[in-house]
């Protein structure tokens, strides 16, 4: 199994970026899948999950501004980040649970 995010990059704050997984080896609709950030010199937090049954759930530094969905068709789960701040950069990873991690694809917020 293979995950890979991609859409990593500088934004101002107050813009928004998406992140994309795509998952190779394994269905991603019969999991639960989380992403994950690390800050440097801070430990690897968790942002967000979304189960099997697109139930989705949030820390609370970023509901109401953080998305995540689901496209099976094409195997991939999305992040849409909204309304980012300063405090939103970090390697931002996907994580297959229990199956497999992504690489991790940085996030800048700066003007």
């Known amino acids: 199994v293979q995950v890979v995010e991609s859409g990593g990059g500088l934004v101002q704050p107050g813009g928004s970026l998406r992140l994309s997984c795509v998952v190779s080896?394994?269905?991603?609709?019969?999991?639960?899948t989380g992403w994950y950030r690390q800050a440097p010199g801070k430990q690897r937090e968790l942002v967000g999950t979304?189960?099997?049954?697109?139930?989705?759930k949030y820390a609370d530094s970023v509901k109401g501004r953080f998305t995540i969905s689901r496209d099976n068709a094409k195997n991939t789960v999305y992040l849409q980040m909204n309304n980012v701040s300063p405090e939103d950069t970090a390697v931002y990873y996907c994580?297959?649970?229990?199956?497999?991690w992504g690489q991790g694809t940085q996030v800048t917020v700066s003007s």
């Open positions: 080896g394994s269905r991603v609709s019969g999991y639960s």
């Open positions: 979304i189960n099997p049954n697109e139930y989705t």
């Open positions: 994580h297959l649970l229990d199956v497999a």
